[in-house]
C-alpha cells in the first residue's frame, strides 16, 4: 500500500534526521518526488502526526514537531520507565537463545558505533538492540507501547549519538547486554537508567530521569 510505505520512508527520514523539527513537509514536494496522488500522501502524513513525530498546525500544514528541552525531558522520563522493565523481563527471562545471539548483536553493534569514530559517520542501528531486548523481554503488550514511544525519541538518540560518537554510550549497552544475559534484572535496571541519563547528558540537556 503506497500510504503504508511512505509514511515508513517519512518516519526513517525524521529519525535519520534528513527533516529537522521544525521544518515543513509540503504535499507538492512528496508528489513531485513520488509521483503519488493526494490520497496516499496525505494518509502518510496522518501517521506520522499520529505517531507524535509531526504536526499539523492551521495554515501551516505538516511540520516536524520540535522539543524543548522539558518536553524531551518528560519523553526520556517515559523512555526510562519502558526501558527499565523491558530490561528487568529480559534479564528474568533469559534464555540460551538470547545468550546465544548477544555476541552477535556485540559485534553488529560495535560495527555501527565504528562508523561514529568519523566526521561523515552516523550511526546505523536499526533497532537491533531494540529487538533483541524486546524478544529477550517476550511481553507483546510492552512491544505496543514501546513501537510508539521509542519512535519520538530516536532522533535525538541519534544526535546524542553523533555528539559523543558514543564513546559512554557504548560502554553502557555492552553492560546491558552482559546483565540481561547473566540474570541480573536489578543491575539491568539500573544499567538502563544510566543509559538514558548519558544520552540526554550527551544532548546537553539537564534533567532528572
Not at 525524521?14 to 509521483?35: C, H, K, T, W
Amino acid at each position: 500500500m503506497r500510504s503504508t510505505w511512505l509514511s515508513d520512508l517519512l518516519r526513517e527520514r525524521i529519525v535519520a534526521g534528513r527533516y529537522q523539527p521544525g521544518e515543513r513537509i509540503r504535499e507538492a514536494d512528496l508528489r513531485s518526488e513520488f509521483g503519488f496522488s493526494n490520497g496516499p500522501i496525505r494518509e502518510a502524513l496522518q501517521a506520522i502526526v499520529a505517531d507524535g513525530l509531526a504536526e499539523r498546525n492551521p495554515w501551516q500544514g505538516i511540520r516536524i514537531r520540535t522539543l524543548g528541552p522539558s518536553q524531551i525531558v518528560e519523553l526520556f522520563q517515559v523512555r526510562t520507565a519502558l526501558l527499565e522493565y523491558a530490561a528487568e523481563l529480559a534479564a528474568r527471562r533469559c534464555t540460551s537463545e538470547t545468550i546465544e545471539s548477544a555476541a552477535q548483536l556485540k559485534v553488529s553493534l560495535d560495527e555501527a558505533f565504528e562508523s561514529l569514530q568519523s566526521e561523515e559517520g552516523h550511526p546505523s542501528f536499526d533497532g537491533r538492540l531494540s529487538r533483541w531486548l524486546l524478544a529477550a523481554a517476550n511481553n507483546d503488550s510492552l512491544r505496543v507501547v514501546w513501537d510508539k514511544t521509542m519512535l519520538q525519541t530516536l532522533f535525538y538518540v541519534r544526535v546524542s549519538l553523533i555528539r559523543s560518537r558514543g564513546v559512554e554510550s557504548r560502554k553502557l549497552i555492552h553492560e546491558l547486554i552482559d546483565r540481561i544475559c547473566a540474570r541480573q534484572p536489578a543491575e539491568a535496571r539500573s544499567t538502563a537508567r544510566r543509559l538514558t541519563q548519558q544520552t540526554l547528558a550527551d544532548l546537553g540537556i539537564a534533567g532528572d530521569v
